[in-house]
């Protein structure tokens, strides 16, 4: 009579390589190398200048916008101010003037000395300067100081967006980690919105293991996890499930055993607590302290 082993099922242990995020870091504007101040290798943090590109056109264009904004503002308090009395004065005597060269180009017209186009032309000139008397006695029209407003908030939009392109040639990382690479050279041109480095986000480690459709009502998100790394066996580093995939496959390319291969499998993504020991390619074993399948 035979007895039967009975099968013991035995804690959900699954390999994997650590890997981490990375972060292309550019700039908007582009323009050429003035200084790189980090090398592959370095360890940046949020805010950290990585490359500085040159600033002599958009400073130059800067300081024409603020002498452009100070013009608007003059002729906005121009504006809400009204003609000022010598003003009206002055247009005054100009009208005035005008008028007594219109009568008198009449009066030759008339004696038939003057030719026709001579007082056509007082005459346009006597309407003119009588019509910007009649302006400036009325004052600053609403609509003209609302346009002299608008005026200058266009003229500041215009400053802000050179100051934001000013900002975009201080490269900055936008995350902490280790520069993954960098080519740049002083005198080197970048293109807008081209990729200047590539920064490893190492506090951001997770480790993608592959589980088995019978194994898979084991592991939910926010599951609490752990990781062990070969470089330090007698260390459990602690984690969690962030996300379990929706759809199966078959070959996932980190299964080593063909028999594994033939089984459908969920990718399943665990994220490691930082930890500096840690390094993205460490080869890695998940427990999720859970008994599997019985064997």
Known sequence: MYMRAKRVPKPLLLSGTLEARTVNVGSLVGGRVTAVLIDEGFHVVPGQILVRLETDTIDRQIAEQRAVIEAAKAQL???LAGPRPEEIAKAAAVAANDERERRRMAALYRDGIVAKQLLDDAATKAKTSA??????????RKEDIAAARAEVEQQQRRLDTLLKQ?????????V??????MGLRPGDLVAPNQPVAEILESTQLWVR???????????YVNQPARVRIDTFPNQWFPGHVATVSSQGEYTPR????RAQRAEQVFGVKVLVDPNPKLKAGMAAEVDFGVK????
Do not use: F
């Not at 293991?209 to 592991?219: D, F, W």
């Not at 599997?292 to 064997?295: H, I, L, N, T, V």
């Open 77 to 79: 308090s121009k504006a």
């Open 131 to 140: 019509d910007d008397l009649r302006m400036l006695q009325k004052g600053t």
């Open 166 to 174: 000013r900002a975009e040639t201080d490269v900055k990382s936008t």
């Open 176 to 181: 902490g980690g280790v520069v993954q690479s």
């Open 209 to 219: 293991v592959y589980v088995p459709e019978t194994q898979l009502g084991l592991v």
């Open 254 to 257: 980190n299964v080593q055993t």
């Open 292 to 295: 599997g399948r019985a064997e």
